[in-house]
């Protein structure tokens, strides 16, 4: 099953605002803690990636992103590496 190479599984990122859910969502998707979870916005600093496979579309990769709205020096730096998405 993780024998796929990441270039054939379908890609599901996680877009949205800081503190949205998406850590939590990604977390609930796969059934385990890959994501940090918290209640601090910009919990998320870089893109966590999770092979699995996802029925019935078959093996995906998801992607844990950083908030959209990411502020600060720090913060640009990561909205833009969103966007290369
Ligand atoms: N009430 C409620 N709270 C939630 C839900 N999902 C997540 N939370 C809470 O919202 C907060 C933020 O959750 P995260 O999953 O870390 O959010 P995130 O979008 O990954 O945030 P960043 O990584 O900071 O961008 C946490 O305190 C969670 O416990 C939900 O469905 N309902
Ligand atoms: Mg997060």
Redesign the pocket.
């Known amino acids: 099953m993780l024998d796929t190479p990441k270039a054939n599984r379908l890609h599901i990122a ?1 877009f ?13 998707i796969t059934g385990q803690e890959i ?11 870089d893109p966590v990636y999770k092979a699995m496979e996802l029925l019935p579309i078959g093996p995906v990769v998801i992607i ?4 959209i709205d ?1 502020e600060g020096e720090v913060g640009e730096l990561r909205v833009k590496r969103q966007r290369k998405f």
Do not use: E
Request: proline share 0%; glycine share 14%.
């Open positions: 996680i949205g605002r800081r503190n949205a859910g998406k850590s939590s969502l990604i977390n609930a994501a940090l979870v918290s209640d601090y916005a910009g919990t998320t600093t844990d992103t950083a908030g990411d």
